[in-house]
């Protein structure tokens, strides 16, 4: 998946999304379960630069799809992104999310 998913950018002449999160030659170098891990934890999602963003996003998301979303912070690029997984901080994110709709209402 991953080398069929680089191929394909390298075809249509495009950058992988690695500029700023990982050294391209650092990365071929790494076995092909650490370059998938990377790919699916970093690499395939956006990054986000601060927890304002992060904020921005879980607000967002959730008024598109209806659904509380999580965020990790992540190693391999410095940034966070968003996920689906991960039930601990989900309730307190829901809360938030309830306050500021709440808020915004006033």
């Known amino acids: 998946e991953l080398m069929k998913t680089l191929k394909k950018w390298f075809e249509n ?15 071929l ?3 092909k379960e650490r370059q998938a891990e990377i790919y699916r934890s970093c690499i395939n999602k956006s990054k986000l630069d601060s ?3 992060v904020a921005a996003g879980l607000l967002r ?22 996920t ?5 901080r989900k309730k307190a994110i829901k809360r938030i999310i309830s ?8």
Do not use: E
């Not at 950058?15 to 030659?25: D, F, K, Y």
């Not at 999580?70 to 968003?82: A, D, K, P, R, T």
């Not at 306050?99 to 006033?106: A, E, F, G, P």
């Open 13 to 27: 002449k495009q950058s992988p999304p690695l500029r700023g999160r990982i050294n391209w030659a650092n990365f």
């Open 61 to 82: 998301l959730y008024k598109d799809t209806g659904k509380i979303f999580n965020f990790y912070g992540c190693n391999v690029c410095g940034g966070f992104h968003l």
């Open 99 to 106: 306050k500021i709709l709440t808020t915004q209402r006033k």
């Open 84 to 88: 689906s997984g991960g039930k601990g």
């Open 51 to 53: 927890m304002k963003d």
């Open 29 to 31: 170098k790494l076995s």
